[in-house]
Structures are given as C-alpha cells and as structure tokens.
C-alpha cells in the first residue's frame, strides 16, 4: 500500500520543477497529492495578493512557469486553508514548499 503526503506551494501547482527530485527522494512506494495557494486564481485575482510598502515580499511560480510576488499577510491564509484540506483529506503529512518563513 502507497504511503501518501501531501504538497502545498505558496504558488500553484503542479510544481514540476521541484515534485519529481521530491518523489525521486521519497521512492515509488509515496503518492505526492499537490496544491498550490493560488490554484484556481486568474493573474487578476492573484493582483489581489501583490505587496505593497512594507510587506514581506514572498516570489513564487505560476503554473506556466512565471514568476509573481505576493505578500505573505495575504497568502497565509489561502496556505493554511490548502493544508487543511490535505488533514481534512486524511493526507498524515503535508510539506510547505516555501523558502520563507511562516509563524
């Protein structure tokens, strides 16, 4: 039986720059289940998360590879609305792919 984890990107998935060194790593016995923040976002409404003076600038990837920054007050709670999912889903282990920190 497959163990399963679960990925959430700040950005949007999938993130096929970063997910096979990971499955590679974890071995053919782990399914990866991706999510991404901004999944499901059209560039207009990822606007919506753009930082302004002051913010803690967050870079991330877009699904056709290009890159945005968002401000980490306004990502945070898209995360942790996609980590939840995943426990919701029975999913034991989520990683954040992030290079920023979060509280």
Do not use: N, W
Not at 14 to 31: K, M, N, Y
Not at 57 to 63: E, F, G, I, K, W
């Amino acid at each position: 039986m497959k163990k399963v984890i679960g990925t959430v990107t700040i950005g949007q998935s999938p993130r096929t720059d970063v997910i096979p060194d990971i499955a590679t790593i974890l071995g053919p016995d782990v399914e990866i289940l991706e999510a991404g923040a901004l999944d499901g976002l059209s560039r207009e409404e990822i606007g919506a998360f753009a930082p302004a003076k002051g913010d803690y600038v967050l870079v991330t990837r877009l699904s056709d590879g290009s890159s945005v920054q968002v401000a980490e007050q306004h990502i945070t709670p898209r995360i942790f609305e996609k980590i939840t999912t995943h426990f919701r889903e029975g999913i034991p282990v989520v990683l954040l792919l992030c290079t920023g920190e979060f509280p």
